[in-house]
């Protein structure tokens, strides 16, 4: 059965800044599972009853490419799960850049599509690239008739340089499909998106070709020493 989760690509996460789009930060992360070196969490924010999700994991890439991939919106169609449109709208302000992602759900649910802000952060303490999404409006693309809007509360994809053959990556949700899917039914299905999208997000870093320029430009952006 095909996956309904539904998630910004991007996620190219996306999103208001890193370090302040976080949700509810007091309320505790619960362990769902771990597998394959990825853990899942979950968590309930106090204004929201659906769960916030996050995910963890070592991948053996370095950080400047995986960063790469995931702000390359128009090739995410190749590893997140159910996408079938994402592209860049241009860039509202340096850093930030307005995208539209588009998921196909199984019959008879509807389709799904976001528009959000995309931004990024580099802490270089941390050693970490943040991709932050949060959902936004714009006369450039309106709501479709094939999909149903979706909200993106906030969301994002922390990448922390380990050395030049692995990196740490977090990925973290916070989402309402919008429409009359049940809110047990969209807790249940969004858990495994965290473990779905770091390991599609590791296979196609180790697999994909093509992201050498965007790594190159990364590099040279952001030298870590």
């Not at 996408?83 to 340096?94: A, K, T, V």
């Not at 008879?108 to 959000?116: I, N, V």
């Not at 050693?127 to 693309?141: E, H, Q």
Request: charged fraction near 25%.
């Amino acid at each position: 059965m095909r996956n309904l989760v539904i998630i910004l690509a991007l996620l190219p996460l996306l999103f208001v800044s890193a370090s302040s789009a976080a949700g509810d930060d007091s309320a505790e992360w619960e362990l769902l599972f771990e597998k394959e070196g990825i853990r899942s969490y979950r968590r309930t924010p106090e204004d929201s009853k659906l769960h916030e999700f996050r995910g963890e994991g070592e991948i053996p890439v370095n950080a400047y490419l995986v960063l790469a991939v995931v702000r390359q919106t128009d090739r995410a169609v190749e590893w997140v799960a159910d996408m079938i449109e994402g592209y860049s709208l241009g860039y509202r302000r340096p850093d930030v850049e307005l995208v539209y992602t588009h998921f196909d759900l199984a019959w008879p649910t509807r389709d799904r599509d976001y528009l959000y802000e995309e931004s990024l952060h580099y802490d270089a303490d941390q050693k970490t690239f943040t991709v932050s999404m949060v959902s936004t409006t714009d006369p450039k693309m309106p709501p479709r008739e094939e999909a149903i809007r979706a909200e993106l509360f906030w969301s994002e994809y922390s990448v922390t340089w380990i050395d030049e053959t692995k990196c740490w990556a977090t990925v973290r949700i916070h989402t309402d499909p919008k429409g009359s899917l049940p809110i047990a039914l969209v807790n249940l299905v969004t858990k495994k998106w965290p473990w779905t999208t770091l390991s599609n997000l590791s296979r196609q870093s180790q697999m994909a070709t093509g992201y050498e320029a965007e790594e190159a430009e990364l590099r040279a952006r952001f030298p870590i020493n």
